[in-house]
């Protein structure tokens, strides 16, 4: 699982959302922040405490990323497959 963390240009690193720049995007190149994934099947899941240890951290990151916190977290396809994160 991977998350785009920055774009480099040369030296320099720019913010995840530059400008349009079709000549400058053409020569980023893309950082992306790897985290290790889950063998299990999470859809079932209706707890927070109850995803994989992977899958928390995958959230966590995300919200110290965003610096929001994350209520709800879709766990399957369902509009039900959705869990609130205490």
Same mark, same amino acid.
């Given at each position: 699982m991977s998350y785009c963390a920055g774009l480099?240009?040369? #030296? =320099? #690193?720019?913010s995840a959302n530059p400008s349009a720049d079709l000549e400058l995007l053409s020569? #980023? @190149?893309? &950082?992306? #922040?790897?985290f290790?994934?889950?063998?299990?099947?999470i859809d079932q899941i209706t707890k927070y &405490?109850?995803?994989p240890e992977n899958?928390? @951290?995958?959230v966590e990151f995300i919200e110290e990323r965003a610096k929001v916190p =994350?209520?709800? =977290?879709g766990v399957g396809p369902l509009r039900e497959s959705m869990? =609130? @994160?205490p």
């Amino acid at each position: 699982m991977s998350y785009c963390a920055g774009l480099r240009l040369w #030296v =320099i #690193v720019l913010s995840a959302n530059p400008s349009a720049d079709l000549e400058l995007l053409s020569k #980023v @190149k893309v &950082e992306y #922040v790897t985290f290790p994934g889950w063998q299990m099947s999470i859809d079932q899941i209706t707890k927070y &405490e109850d995803l994989p240890e992977n899958c928390k @951290k995958y959230v966590e990151f995300i919200e110290e990323r965003a610096k929001v916190p =994350i209520k709800w =977290i879709g766990v399957g396809p369902l509009r039900e497959s959705m869990l =609130i @994160k205490p």
